[in-house]
């Protein structure tokens, strides 16, 4: 009896999850094969691409259009804009932020509290309310067509990432600090020598983040750089697309440039695609850090 | 009754040891002098200097020059003039017709958009929960859409739903089906859009799974001894564990949609026949368009007000039929 009973939970958990396996591959088609389909499309000549059904494995795979995509636009200008709008800024984010976390994690100064609360109002602000305004102040300043907008207010900290370094820094044991303070060191001294480099962990999450938004932007690169030579890759993109398919937006296009196009697309993505598959964790661990916490 | 004793005993043990950091702190700030204090003081706000700079510069200042703005006509050539609440005044009375639209579209985006980042979030949530070996693989899997430039996704999701040739409809031909033009049809483009915000599913799906992960094991277990069938659990256990994650998605989703704007201005540019018309798109529209500054602040600042109204909801409300562990 008791055996019977043992061998049907056994069953039930190798169904269970023989089941769990079959949805989770099933579900998992749409999240891959149009990424699949992409990077097919990259590899094919010109007259593979408008062909049903699709082919999905050229053959030969068409590795000379990544080069060939790469000049069809200055994209090695793209690229270098790109670099200098994302890792300038990141500097700013990283340890500005940081220095302004300790602040707010360690130091006692009255009204503290109350300013953290406000920013962690800020954070949950939707950035649209300041956009405008923020666009006539730098205009005025004669700051578009320069790459000002993006580096100055990243030297001013940013709010979700002070409120990430915080949170790790009040995890951190403190007795290192307080040994240092008695021996005399001042707070900057303990901020480089003892704090910074326990935060590894937290300055890399950061840094990721940072990156990920600022590589990915749109919009603020679309108002603020409007010649050629200052475009960022995501601009280029966005202008190889709409001149390989025509204008008026993507739909029902057919264009005998889509394979480098799609080429193009795949390059531009592709850091995106390797920083997540090296540093996986940080986004699984701080996509729930910055949810539970809102 | 039973569990009481042990469970009091466990809090007790775990929170002795802050309890002592805490006395030692207060007393380590008893023997410091002032002059210390204050210098840590100073050195506290200089520290925390940039970013209060910083939220007045940028957050702040802005904020309440786009309120003055907003009461203003302005396109940025000759100086502003003030024209009191007309700019609020034009967009309710439905002078403006793409107000109205705009919201429209924006609010049936969310409402086709939310319950399937919840229900698909949770079914894949559950399935990760289900400790299979491979997880992981899985998890990444589902996550990689999500971390794609939004342009390049744009790209993409073009091409797949190219009526002719895409991906989706020769899916949909293989199952006997005729697809849509998508994007080329008005009943057809917003759906689509919100197909393309499901690859955006991977934190939501992450955070479920999180939340799944903190439902207490002795709960399942213990109603598994009353007798309780799944669905039971599920109803009575799981779903009121998850309904503050729940409802911090539909926030977000909320959120997401009324500042959702590059995948529209690129993939439709608010076509067919306004049918993707986003809320975000009429105020570019408005202020980089028709450098209506005046008119757009004054969107930009209803959208902000809407947005802290769901806000408020889900802190306000959210209190009174969300389970919140109370810790």
Redesign the interface.
Same mark, same amino acid.
């Given at each position: 009896m008791t055996f019977n009973w043992r061998q049907s939970v056994k069953l039930q958990t190798f169904f269970?999850?023989s089941l769990?396996?079959v949805?989770?591959f099933i !579900?998992?088609i749409? +999240? *891959?094969?149009?990424?699949l389909?992409?990077l097919s499309?990259a590899l094919k000549t010109a007259s593979q691409?408008?062909?049903?059904?699709?082919i999905w494995v050229p053959n030969p795979p068409q590795f000379g259009n990544f080069i060939q995509a790469w000049n069809v636009a200055p994209f090695g200008r793209f690229l270098v804009n790109s670099l200098i709008t994302t890792f300038i800024p990141m500097i700013g984010d990283v340890f500005?932020?940081a220095?302004?976390a300790?602040?707010?994690a360690r130091?006692?100064?009255?009204g503290?509290d109350a300013?953290f609360s406000?920013?962690l109002v800020?954070m949950?602000?939707?950035?649209?309310?300041? !956009?405008?305004?923020? +666009? *006539?102040?730098f205009?005025r300043l004669n700051w578009i067509n320069t790459f000002l907008p993006f580096i100055v207010?990243a030297?001013?900290?940013g709010?979700f990432y002070?409120f990430l370094l915080r949170q790790f820094m009040l995890n951190l044991p403190d007795g290192l600090e307080?040994a240092a303070r008695i021996d005399g060191a001042s707070?900057a001294q303990i901020f480089i020598r003892i704090v910074l480099p326990l935060l590894g962990p937290a300055l890399a999450t950061v840094a990721i983040f940072s990156f990920?938004a600022r590589?990915?932007d749109?919009?603020a690169p679309m108002?603020y750089l409007h010649r050629p030579h200052l475009k960022t890759l995501?601009l280029g993109?966005?202008f190889f697309?709409s001149m390989a398919?025509g204008t008026?937006?993507?739909?029902?296009?057919?264009s005998a440039r889509?394979h480098l196009?799609?080429a193009i697309?795949t390059l531009?993505?592709l850091p995106?695609?390797l920083?997540?598959?090296a540093f996986?964790k940080y986004?699984?661990r701080d996509?729930?850090t910055s949810?539970?916490k809102? | 009754m039973t569990i009481e004793p042990k469970h009091t005993a466990g809090i007790g043990t775990a929170v002795q040891p802050k309890a002592t950091a805490q006395v030692r702190k207060r007393r380590s700030g008893k023997r410091r002098s002032g002059s210390l204090r204050r210098r840590e003081a100073w050195t506290g706000v200089l520290m925390a200097l940039p970013w209060m700079l910083g939220f007045l510069l940028f957050t702040a200042g802005p904020m309440l020059f786009g309120l003055y703005a907003g009461m203003t006509r302005w396109d940025m050539i000759s100086p502003p003039r003030w024209v009191g609440f007309q700019n609020f005044i034009r967009m309710f009375s439905g002078d403006d017709r793409h107000f109205y639209r705009s919201i429209g579209v924006t609010f049936r985006y969310v409402l086709m958009s939310a319950p399937l980042h919840v229900v698909l979030g949770f079914i894949l949530a559950s399935l990760l929960n289900m400790k299979i070996t491979g997880t992981n693989f899985f998890r990444s899997m589902y996550y990689l859409p999500s971390i794609l430039p939004v342009v390049a996704s744009a790209v993409m999701w073009s091409w797949v739903f190219n009526p002719d040739f895409g991906l989706l409809n020769h899916g949909l031909s293989m199952l006997g089906i005729r697809g849509p033009g998508w994007l080329s049809s008005p009943d057809w483009a917003l759906p689509a859009m919100v197909i393309m915000n499901l690859h955006y599913i991977g934190p939501s799906m992450i955070i479920l799974l999180a939340g799944l992960q903190r439902v207490p094991q002795e709960l399942y277990e213990a109603s598994q001894l009353d007798g309780a069938n799944r669905w039971q659990i599920l109803r009575h256990i799981t779903f009121p564990m998850l309904s503050p994650v729940v409802f911090f998605i539909i926030i977000t989703n909320i959120n997401g949609s009324f500042q959702t704007f590059t995948q529209a201005f690129l993939m439709t540019n608010g076509g067919p026949r306004y049918a993707t018309y986003f809320y975000m798109l009429h105020l570019y529209n408005e202020a980089w368009g028709a450098f209506r500054m005046g008119y757009a602040s004054a969107l930009a600042w209803v959208l902000f007000l809407i947005i802290v109204a769901f806000l408020a909801i889900h802190f306000r409300l959210g209190k009174l039929w969300v389970y919140q562990e109370s810790d």
């Open positions: 269970s999850k769990a396996y949805l989770l !579900f998992g749409p +999240f *891959i094969v149009p990424l389909f992409v499309t691409v408008y062909v049903n059904p699709p500005v932020s220095i302004v300790y602040s707010f130091l006692r100064w009255p503290r300013v406000v920013l800020t949950i602000m939707p950035g649209i309310v300041t !956009f405008i305004p923020t +666009f *006539i102040l205009s207010p030297f001013f900290g709010a002070i307080e707070t990920m590589w990915n749109f919009f108002i995501m993109l966005a697309e398919t008026g937006g993507g739909y029902g296009f057919l889509l196009l799609m697309t531009i993505a995106c695609v920083i997540f598959v996986q986004f699984v996509v729930i949810g539970f809102l | -």
